[in-house]
């Protein structure tokens, strides 16, 4: 066992975390620029893709959270040194892709209910409907891009998750320009070609992806050909591991977006000025998941190789990283908000008052933006450890506790919009704290808790 300089380490994370980050910073861009032509048909079009795709997203999130921890796994057994054991991971990654597929579409008919549900006019209904249908019907692409990007960043490769990533997301933005407007000779078909770009574009990322995965230099040190069984000890670990982090994205998303179905009952210019204070956001905390990926494979990789002394560098540097990142975000949306607001400006009758409500809400995104690094940073190093357990307990727990209080801001005491953004920034400084308190004193820093983590990858 070796221990390793701040520096050093330092080094190794950046080295490892900004691929990453220019991967997840193209895909923020590439739903930017999604929303971005939906403002340029109408309010109703931007206000449907935010609550379209945050809703498609929460239908997938429990398998992606699931098969995502495909990097933990691939990281502690590449540092344990068992190469084969990659690579199957990878194929029951794929297995559970597949298995999934009919339960997303059987999901599809309740869902697109829960727009009306919750009071949505019908022609919003049908905006969103279209959307989340379209994404959904793509969504094994989605799942089984999971499994081979996190193989990639597992075993410290990052540089092909940016290759296929910032190609897929190109070839999304050109598809979704020429869909939803009807250039280069296709038809114009406004969300739905919105949607359709992105399925299409995720498509062929993960055939680049496995392009990279059958070259013969990684196929022959992983096995890969060896690979293609069922190894009922890989999905347990899955079951065991990647369940409490799969439902903990499940129920938190869930949260989110009962919240912001709820928020815009307010009407369409507040889900409006939501969608716009969204985009920017996504621009942070997209790019810092990037981190969060990065940290949670570097922190794997020590614990399987036995050198978990090093984990307290590999925390000091991912918080050097991250709040100097969200600190330069947090200046910028909060000295030029009027400026980012406006670049959604579509000169309606209607934008003067959306633009009003977003400036101020950007104050909300600048004060949270940090305690969103602090999380993802932390919740790497934890995810990584194998305390996943704690994580969904303690998150599932605060965003529940904030939606209840949503429930009683906006339909019982039915308080104004900024009441319940304050409250939705109040959990995540909250949660914040919550963290880094289990990340200093938490019983996953337990020798012999590591000592069984370690000896399951030997």
């Known amino acids: 066992m070796s221990e390793r300089g701040f520096r050093a380490i330092f080094k190794e994370l950046s080295v490892l975390a900004l691929p990453i980050v220019i991967s997840q910073g193209a895909y923020a861009f590439m739903i930017f620029t999604d929303r971005y032509f939906m403002a340029q048909i109408s309010a109703q079009?931007?206000?449907?893709?935010?609550?379209?795709?945050?809703?498609?997203?929460?239908?997938?999130?429990?398998?992606?959270?699931?098969?995502?921890?495909?990097?933990?796994?691939?990281?502690?057994?590449?540092?344990?040194?068992?190469?084969?054991?990659c690579s199957k991971v990878v194929t029951q990654g794929l297995v559970l892709s597949v298995a999934a597929f009919p339960i997303l579409l059987l999901l599809t008919f309740p869902v697109t209910e829960l727009f009306r549900w919750v009071g949505h006019a019908e022609e919003l209904v049908e905006l969103e409907s279209a959307y989340y249908k379209v994404l959904i019907y793509g969504g094994v692409f989605?799942?089984?891009?999971?499994?081979?990007?996190?193989?990639?960043s597992g075993i410290g490769r990052s540089w092909v998750v940016m290759v296929c990533d910032v190609t897929g997301v190109l070839i999304n933005i050109a598809l979704s320009y020429a869909l939803v407007f009807g250039h280069w000779g296709f038809p114009a078909m406004g969300i739905t070609g919105a949607a359709l770009g992105t399925v299409i574009a995720t498509a062929i990322t993960l055939i680049l992806f496995l392009c990279f995965y059958f070259r013969p230099a990684i196929a022959e040190l992983y096995g890969v050909a060896q690979s293609w069984m069922i190894d009922m000890g890989i999905l347990r670990k899955f079951v065991r591991y990647g369940f409490p982090s799969g439902l903990e994205s499940f129920m938190n998303v869930v949260t989110f977006n009962l919240f912001l179905l709820m928020f815009q009952n307010y009407g369409t210019r507040e889900g409006a000025a939501m969608a716009i204070?969204?985009?920017?956001d996504l621009m942070s905390f997209i790019s810092m998941i990037g981190l969060h990926i990065a940290v949670m494979s570097l922190a794997g990789r020590y614990i399987g190789s036995g050198e978990s002394q090093n984990l307290n560098r590999v925390i000091a540097a991912g918080f050097s990283i991250a709040l100097t990142v969200t600190a330069i975000f947090a200046i910028t949306f909060a000295t030029l908000a009027a400026s980012?607001?406006?670049?959604?400006?579509?000169g309606s009758e209607d934008f003067e008052q959306i633009s009003v409500l977003a400036e101020a809400m950007m104050l909300g995104l600048a004060c949270y933006v940090i305690a969103d690094g602090i999380n993802l940073v932390a919740s790497g190093v934890l995810r990584g450890a194998g305390d996943t357990r704690w994580l969904m307990f303690a998150s599932v727990s605060v965003h529940w506790a904030m939606l209840v209080a949503q429930v009683f801001i906006i339909k019982v005491w039915q308080l104004g919009p900024m009441v319940s953004w304050w409250t939705f920034v109040a959990m995540l400084v909250c949660l914040a704290g919550l963290y880094l308190s289990r990340l200093r004193w938490g019983a996953w820093r337990s020798p012999d808790r590591l000592a069984k983590l370690v000896s399951e990858h030997h």
């Open 45 to 85: 079009h931007i206000s449907a893709s935010m609550s379209g795709g945050v809703t498609s997203f929460v239908t997938l999130s429990l398998f992606l959270g699931i098969i995502s921890y495909a990097n933990a796994m691939v990281a502690q057994l590449s540092g344990a040194g068992r190469h084969s054991q």
């Open 277 to 280: 204070v969204f985009n920017w």
């Open 340 to 346: 980012l607001v406006g670049v959604f400006d579509t």
């Open 142 to 152: 989605s799942l089984a891009k999971a499994a081979l990007s996190s193989f990639f």
